[in-house]
């Protein structure tokens, strides 16, 4: 698996999890729509900027770009 396709594996399993503890009734107080937010604005940025800090963490863990 390369860079890329792990980033984007893993923005979109936080998305949904955050959309499924949003919709649960065990967390009714906490609103997880801000971890989703979170993760798009971070991929909106690292479009223009080039820095993403989950690229960082799978290249140190040793995935090939």
Do not use: R
Request: glycine share 6%; hydrophobic share 55%.
């Amino acid at each position: 698996m390369t860079i890329t396709n792990a980033v984007s594996a893993m923005a979109g399993a936080i998305i949904m999890v955050s959309l499924l503890l949003n919709n649960s009734s065990l967390f009714e107080e906490a609103s997880w729509l801000w971890l989703t937010f979170f993760v798009g604005f971070n991929l909106f940025q690292s479009a223009f900027t080039g820095f993403c800090p989950a690229a960082k963490i799978f290249k140190t863990i040793g995935l090939k770009d």
